[in-house]
T-cell receptor
Framework: DTAVSQTPKYLVTQMGNDKSIKCEQNLGHDTMYWYKQDSKKFLKIMFSYNNKELIINETVPNRFSPKSPDKAHLNLHINSLELGDSAVYFC????????????????FGPGTRLTVL | AQSVAQPEDQVNVAEGNPLTVKCTYSVSGNPYLFWYVQYPNRGLQFLLKYITGDNLVKGSYGFEAEFNKSQTSFHLKKPSALVSDSALYFCAVRDEGDSNYQLIWGAGTKLIIKP
C-alpha cells in the first residue's frame, strides 16, 4: 500500500496552461506539505497544511494555490505555468506539525516531474 | 537565522569501506536534526533523527549519525558501504524554539559507492 501517493507522475505542458497535481496520504497524518525540487536537487518547502488549515506559506508566486478538501488530501493548482516552474514537486505528510511535536519525520510521495515547454 | 550546510556535493567511497556524509548546522536554540535519503526517481525517505539523549543515533539500513554540539555537526556514517547505498542524502534541522513549522534543508550530498 502506498503511504503517500501523487498523480500524475509526469506532467508535460505548454507555458500559460493551468494544471493540478493531486496528493493523498493514507497514514492518518494531520499535516501535509508541498515541496519543490529544482534541477540542482535543491529542496524548498512551498506550503504546509495541518487539519486542512494553512500553516506554512513560503514566498511562492500566487499562481500556486494549494487546496485541502480533507486532511488526507492536499492538491496543488498552478495557473499560467512558466518555464521556471519546471521541477519535481513532492508531497509529504507527518503525524503532527513539526512545531508541535518537534520531531515528527515526514513521509514523502514519489514526486511529480513537471516540464513546462 | 537557522541554516544547514552539507559541504560536499559528492562523496565517493569504495564498497566495503566506511562512509561519512558531513552536515553542519546553525540554530539559536537546541537543534532537531534529521537525515533523509533520496534514491533515483524516488521521494525522500527518513533515515534517522536526533532530538535529545544519546549523541550517537542509529537509523535505517545500518546508518548512524553522531550529534556533536561543540562542532555543531551531525555527520552520517556507515561502517561498511554497499553499492545500494548510492543515493542523494539530505540533512535537515529545526530549532526547538522556532515557532515556524518547517525544516531547513541542506543542499544534498550525492553518495557514490563503487564496486
Amino acid at each position: 500500500d502506498t503511504a503517500v501517493s501523487q498523480t500524475p507522475k509526469y506532467l508535460v505542458t505548454q507555458m500559460g496552461n493551468d494544471k493540478s497535481i493531486k496528493c493523498e496520504q493514507n497514514l492518518g497524518h494531520d499535516t501535509m506539505y508541498w515541496y519543490k525540487q529544482d534541477s540542482k536537487k535543491f529542496l524548498k518547502i512551498m506550503f504546509s497544511y495541518n487539519n486542512k488549515e494553512l500553516i506554512i506559506n513560503e514566498t511562492v508566486p500566487n499562481r500556486f494555490s494549494p487546496k485541502s478538501p480533507d486532511k488526507a488530501h492536499l492538491n496543488l493548482h498552478i495557473n499560467s505555468l512558466e518555464l521556471g516552474d519546471s521541477a519535481v514537486y513532492f508531497c509529504a505528510s507527518s503525524q503532527e506539525p513539526l512545531g508541535l511535536a518537534g520531531n515528527n519525520e515526514q513521509f514523502f510521495g514519489p514526486g511529480t516531474r513537471l516540464t513546462v515547454l | 537565522a537557522q541554516s544547514v550546510a552539507q559541504p560536499e556535493d559528492q562523496v565517493n567511497v569504495a564498497e566495503g569501506n566506511p562512509l561519512t556524509v558531513k552536515c553542519t548546522y546553525s540554530v539559536s536554540g537546541n537543534p532537531y536534526l534529521f537525515w533523509y535519503v533520496q534514491y533515483p526517481n524516488r521521494g525522500l525517505q527518513f533515515l534517522l533523527k536526533y532530538i535529545t539523549g544519546d549523541n550517537l543515533v542509529k537509523g535505517s539500513y545500518g546508518f548512524e549519525a553522531e550529534f556533536n554540539k561543540s562542532q555543531t555537526s551531525f555527520h552520517l556514517k556507515k561502517p561498511s558501504a554497499l553499492v545500494s547505498d548510492s543515493a542523494l542524502y539530505f540533512c535537515a534541522v529545526r530549532d526547538e524554539g522556532d515557532s515556524n513549522y518547517q525544516l531547513i534543508w541542506g543542499a544534498g550530498t550525492k553518495l557514490i559507492i563503487k564496486p
